[in-house]
């Protein structure tokens, strides 16, 4: 898509932070007996298994169009994507509110806690740098947009749930190593417990807010709101066209369909008029390399 942000690079990224990550919390978590760290490594190795996830729609979202299928398999990111967010949701926030609940009620006191301590600090660290990339590639598709415009307009379903559940990460490994440190200070195993809680409450919020965003493209979203206004604009100056009537599109993953009905500046002759709307379709595509189908509907009717 003109304009996006390199998909696969941030989730590379993500998948080699979130393994050198859920390894050393795993080895913390053994050591410890600390439930945070034990709730954070199942989330490193959800959303490693997300980031596995997320290649392979990307993979099959790439596939021709077929008899069955003829606008292609765009649209299967989406499918993955939302089921990204679910095992964010399930496996990793509500584990994580089990976890911090079950500790709770039934506390114990942290071992070793110092490799809680380090390993959270790498964490936060690892973490960063993929963040920090990740938002490299975010920044590209948001152009002027506030971050929070851009993730409610982002068509980029797999973008969108790699940032999601990078800040996740970062801001539950922060939630991790706040409550190992306070219940180290303070010697109440039950800040722990805490920490856990709040970690799976991040996780939930974070889940809700990303399945919201990609439920809506895979119901069927327009391209994006600025780019439809670039297509409409460029429709509107093109010489061929009178008036345009109607713009609608649909955004299947990458690639996008345009469903334009418009009055012609050409009336009589019929083999004209299909040279006009060619020659539309033609420029449009140049300009637009992401639209893939283009459907004309010229009309002698002013737009009502």
């Given at each position: 898509m003109a304009g996006g942000g390199d998909s696969t690079r941030a989730i590379l990224f993500a998948l080699g932070a979130n393994f050198a990550i859920a390894v050393s919390k795993g080895v913390a978590a053994y050591f410890t007996g600390s439930s945070a760290m034990l709730a954070e490594t199942v989330h490193s190795l959800a959303d490693c298994g997300n980031q596995l996830l997320l290649l392979l729609g990307m993979r099959q979202a790439k596939r021709p169009p077929s008899p069955d299928y003829p606008l292609g398999y765009g649209k299967a990111i989406y499918f993955w994507s939302f089921l990204v967010a679910v095992m964010l949701f399930t496996v990793g926030g509500m584990f994580s509110l089990y976890e911090g609940i079950h500790k709770l009620q039934h506390p114990e006191p942290l071992k070793q806690w110092w490799w809680a301590a380090g390993v959270l600090t790498f964490g936060i660290a690892a973490e960063a740098v993929s963040m920090r990339a990740c938002l490299v590639e975010v920044n590209k598709a948001r152009?002027?947009?506030?971050?929070?415009?851009?993730?409610?307009?982002?068509?980029?379903?797999?973008?969108?749930?790699?940032?999601?559940?990078?800040?996740?990460?970062?801001?539950?490994?922060?939630?991790?190593?706040?409550?190992?440190?306070?219940?180290?200070?303070?010697?109440?195993?039950?800040?722990?417990?805490?920490?856990?809680?709040?970690?799976?409450?991040?996780?939930?919020?974070?889940?809700?807010?990303?399945?919201?965003?990609?439920?809506?493209?895979?119901?069927?979203?327009?391209?994006?709101?600025?780019?439809?206004?670039?297509?409409?604009?460029?429709?509107?100056?093109?010489?061929?066209?009178?008036?345009?009537?109607?713009?609608?599109?649909?955004?299947?993953g990458n690639e996008v369909m345009v469903s334009v009905q418009a009055r012609m500046r050409e009336e009589q002759s019929v083999a004209a008029l299909t040279d006009q709307i060619n020659a539309v379709e033609r420029a449009m595509k140049q300009a637009f390399p992401e639209v893939r189908w283009s459907f004309f509907e010229p009309d002698t009717k002013a737009g009502l």
């Open positions: 152009g002027k947009r506030s971050l929070w415009q851009w993730f409610r307009e982002s068509r980029q379903a797999e973008l969108v749930v790699i940032f999601g559940e990078d800040l996740a990460a970062l801001f539950g490994l922060v939630f991790a190593l706040a409550a190992v440190m306070t219940a180290v200070v303070t010697g109440n195993p039950i800040w722990d417990a805490v920490g856990t809680i709040a970690i799976g409450a991040l996780l939930i919020v974070v889940a809700v807010f990303v399945a919201i965003e990609v439920k809506a493209m895979l119901i069927g979203q327009s391209v994006d709101p600025a780019r439809q206004q670039q297509i409409r604009d460029f429709l509107d100056t093109r010489p061929e066209i009178a008036q345009v009537i109607s713009l609608i599109t649909l955004q299947l």
